[in-house]
């Protein structure tokens, strides 16, 4: 079992930005790949982004597409997602997980492992 702590989260304006920092613990990059989900009061959890670390590939959603950016730091063993030209839409509960299947990248059920969430929230 792994386990995640994400951080980074908070309040900026519109056009702002964050870089939300997951630390992994318990797990290989070999083995799992992390993603970046979003969810809103009234809203679905969605995927975000994510990336295999093993193998260097990482998604997105049409939404964040060049405003989002998925890294990775495999001696720190942490995923990042820097987020630039925030939105009002983008206001939501992030979380980081992982999983160790295949499968639709952004399928939350396919994600075993989640961390307890950071808060982003963007005024208008």
């Known amino acids: 079992q792994v386990h995640m702590v994400e951080s980074g989260g908070g309040s900026v304006s519109t056009g702002g930005s964050l870089r939300l920092s997951c630390v992994a613990s318990?797990?290989?990059?070999?083995?799992?790949?992390v993603g970046w989900f979003r969810q809103a009061p009234g809203y679905e959890r969605r995927g975000v982004a994510m990336?295999?670390?093993?193998?260097?590939?990482?998604y997105y959603h049409d939404s964040v597409k060049g405003r989002f950016t998925i890294s990775q730091d495999n001696a720190k063993n942490t995923v990042y997602l820097q987020m630039n030209s925030l939105k009002p839409e983008d206001t939501a509960m992030y979380y980081c997980?992982?999983?160790?299947?295949?499968?639709?990248?952004?399928?939350?059920?396919?994600?075993?492992?989640w961390g307890q969430g950071t808060q982003v929230t963007v005024s208008s």
């Open positions: 318990g797990y290989s990059y070999s083995s799992y790949s």
């Open positions: 990336v295999y670390p093993g193998g260097g590939n990482t």
């Open positions: 997980a992982a999983r160790t299947v295949g499968g639709t990248w952004n399928d939350p059920r396919t994600y075993n492992d």
